[in-house]
């Protein structure tokens, strides 16, 4: 008996467990539910940065480079937790999403 694999099938695959991955992520981590209440996460500023590029698939180091930083620096300034509203501006112009005290992608999602 002969096995024919399909890589394609495998690739298709792949991107709907980790579509559905990161539809488990959203639900069960970004938010808590309390009492049928839905409460927002706490996260630091550069849990939020890390969460948007993975949302944007787009590697921290990438995201330095595409801020006219070296992805070195870039991880220093993400350790210490010092963005100002203009970094935070500039970072999501360089990703194409919108800030306004919080990072709301193309489709409504809040980050």
């Not at 024919?4 to 992520?25: G, P, R, S, T």
């Not at 940065?49 to 180091?61: N, P």
Request: net charge neutral.
């Amino acid at each position: 008996m002969r096995v024919v694999f399909d890589f394609n099938l495998l690739a298709i695959y792949k991107q709907h467990m980790l579509k559905n991955y990161f539809d488990i992520i959203k639900k069960y981590i970004y938010n808590i539910k309390i009492d049928s209440k839905q409460e927002d996460w706490c996260m630091t500023i550069s849990e939020q940065i890390k969460v948007l590029c993975v949302r944007c698939g787009v590697s921290e180091a990438e995201l330095a480079r595409r801020l006219g930083k070296s992805p070195q620096s870039f991880n220093s300034k993400m350790k210490r937790e010092s963005f100002t509203v203009e970094d935070l501006d500039n970072i999501a112009d360089v990703l194409g999403v919108e800030f306004n005290r919080e990072f709301i992608l193309a489709n409504g999602d809040k980050v």
